[in-house]
């Protein structure tokens, strides 16, 4: 496989949330507004592509039998260091996410490529596969927090968006859209699309 | 050296544990002076918010010095007491889990632009995933409030979440706290349930039943024991 195509088919083909069906879970925590899924999937970008750098480093010489406590060890190492930068630097956004960032050491897309990908290939290309199934896992997050935050709130990144005479005429916000059973069906209706975009990734 | 032997396996954890420990406790360091900064100018900020002065950026520490003219620690007498730890610096989390008659309870005295004198007073408590916290401010008098502040940790975004929106906090200026000369904390209700006898009451938040559950109990815990306080400002 190319380095090009490690860096891109995550974006669509192979993306970790619609095709792989992995890390859903935070898809639903973090994604009632756009700013916190934006600086989430900003950070899982951060750890995972450089939790695949350290792992390929050290990949020849991990024991086989403890490579899973080894990898955890290395993605919780990183998340406590991006969550301190966080609260260092950015102060607000890290109390908006507050236990969100701790659980990325739980998001099942960085166990998955750690082992399918960083074990088994060289920094380099580990490093673009992180980055490449970061984007695409932030791609869907903001796509989900979008539709949630404008349907839900009317806001978007905290911005009004639908007009307050709208509101006047009658127009609810859809609370529904808050509601983690929402994100799901928002994730399930991406998948759709998708599918119906890439006929290849149907099942028959 | 065989790399799935019991030795090497043991010793690599111990070394790996070791790296990352390191790394982690510089990370802690070199970064704590910075956090502890943000989080005092974020408590600056919180206590400021309560009596409607929004600050931000590096102007919070100036307009705390301004505004907010002294600082001090009362206990549930109504008393001034000395304490060796400056109001700013008390945990109100671990006071508010103390018994009311051993609290140290601190105030904060805000001069507003207009010369009007306020009374800031934290509070603690829980919500519905984790803890919520706030500042309360009093006018002169000590018998209405003036503003409030919420905060969560962890409550649900557009349900819970919403207790730290203007359209709650600002249902409670001009709540009264004395019924009668009787004190009793603001009541947080379910919206067309009736409120507690005697007490002044604001609506909850819809969809955010226990949070606003819990910042009604979180008042009548963190601001009962200033009631003492509160009488002898009327004085």
């Known amino acids: 496989m190319s380095n090009k195509s490690v860096f891109f088919n995550p974006f669509s083909k192979n993306n970790p949330v619609v095709v792989q069906i992995l890390g859903i879970c935070s898809v639903l925590a973090v994604t009632a507004k756009l700013e916190p899924a934006l600086v989430m999937g900003l950070s899982v970008i951060a750890v995972l592509a450089f939790s695949n750098v350290i792992i390929s480093l050290i990949r020849n010489t991990i024991p086989t039998n403890i490579r899973i406590i080894v990898q955890l060890v290395v993605v919780a190492g990183l998340v406590v260091i991006v969550s301190q930068l966080l609260e260092a630097f950015a102060y607000d956004v890290s109390k908006q996410l507050s236990v969100f960032i701790g659980l990325i050491i739980t998001n099942c897309i960085l166990m998955g490529r750690l082992e399918a990908f960083a074990m088994a290939n060289r920094p380099w290309a580990s490093f673009l596969d992180g980055l ?18 404008l349907l839900g709130s009317g806001t978007l990144f905290g911005f009004q968006i639908v007009p307050q005479c709208v509101y006047e005429m009658g127009y609810v916000n859809n609370g529904l859209m808050i509601l983690p059973p929402m994100a799901l069906i928002v994730v399930a209706c991406i998948i759709w699309v998708h599918r119906s975009f890439n006929k290849d990734l149907q099942e028959k | 050296m065989n790399k799935q032997s019991n030795t090497y396996t043991l010793l690599y954890i111990i070394v790996l544990v070791a790296v ?17 900064n943000n989080a005092a100018a974020d ?12 600050a931000n950026g590096n102007s919070i520490a100036q307009e705390y010095e301004k505004y907010i003219i002294s600082s001090f620690i009362v206990n549930d007498k109504g008393e001034r007491i000395d304490n060796e730890v400056d109001a700013f610096d ?4 671990a006071q508010s889990k103390t018994e009311a008659a051993q609290r140290l309870l601190p105030v904060y005295q805000c001069k507003l632009d207009d010369g009007e004198i306020k009374y800031i007073l934290p509070m603690y408590g829980a919500g519905l995933w984790g803890p919520i916290w706030g500042y309360i401010s009093v006018n002169s008098d000590g018998r209405t409030i003036y503003g409030a502040y919420f905060a969560h940790q962890g409550e649900t975004p557009g349900l819970g979440a919403e207790i730290e929106k203007p359209a709650f906090t600002s249902r409670f200026a001009g709540k009264k706290l004395f019924e009668n000369n009787k ?7 379910k919206a067309g349930q009736p409120a507690p006898e005697g007490a002044d009451y604001v609506d909850g938040v819809s969809g955010g039943t226990i949070t606003s559950k819990g910042v009604g109990a979180m008042i009548d815990n963190c601001i009962s024991p200033y009631s003492s306080f509160l009488e002898s400002l009327d004085r």
């Open chain 2, 43 to 54: 408590k600056m900020r919180q206590i400021l918010a309560s009596v409607n002065i929004e």
């Open chain 2, 20 to 36: 990352v420990g390191t790394a982690l406790a510089f990370t802690s360091i070199s970064l704590k002076e910075r956090q502890q």
């Open chain 1, 132 to 149: 490449g199934n970061g984007i695409g896992y932030t791609i869907i997050l903001v796509i989900v927090g979008f539709f949630r935050e």
């Open chain 2, 90 to 93: 008390l945990s109100v989390e």
């Open chain 2, 183 to 189: 004190f009793y904390p603001v009541a947080v209700v």
